[in-house]
Nanobody
């Protein structure tokens, strides 16, 4: 099993940046496909970004494309979500997730497809 711990959330002004980290223990993240999700108050959890096990395929929700970047540092066993040009509508609790992948290239965009979750980190963007 893998344990995930997010960090890096906080309060930022619109237009600012934050980098979320998802540190893993127990297993190496290179064995998993990864995802970042967010959930705003009163809304369903939504996929923000995803990475295939190989790291070679990436997905971004239309609402964040061009502003957010998912990446992985195998040496640190950590996945990141770099968030730039933040908007008030990005305010949410952000979660990282992992699952054993069927192959090296599959992307997983549904929360029920993931087996492991972090505790979440709050991101608040003030306008």
């Amino acid at each position: 099993q893998v344990q995930l711990v997010e960090s890096g959330g906080g309060l930022v002004q619109a237009g600012g940046s934050l980098r979320l980290s998802c540190a893993a223990s127990g297993r190496t993240l290179s064995r998993y496909a990864m995802g970042w999700f967010r959930q705003a108050p009163g809304k369903e959890r939504e996929s923000v970004a995803a990475m295939s096990q190989s790291g070679g395929r990436l997905y971004y929700a239309a609402s964040v494309k061009g502003r957010f970047t998912i990446s992985r540092d195998n040496a640190k066993n950590t996945v990141y979500l770099q968030m730039n040009s933040l908007k008030a509508e990005d305010t949410a609790v952000y979660y990282c997730s992992a699952r054993s992948a069927a192959n090296l290239v599959s992307l997983y965009l549904r929360d029920y497809e993931y087996d492991y979750w972090g505790q979440g980190t709050q991101v608040t963007v003030s306008s």
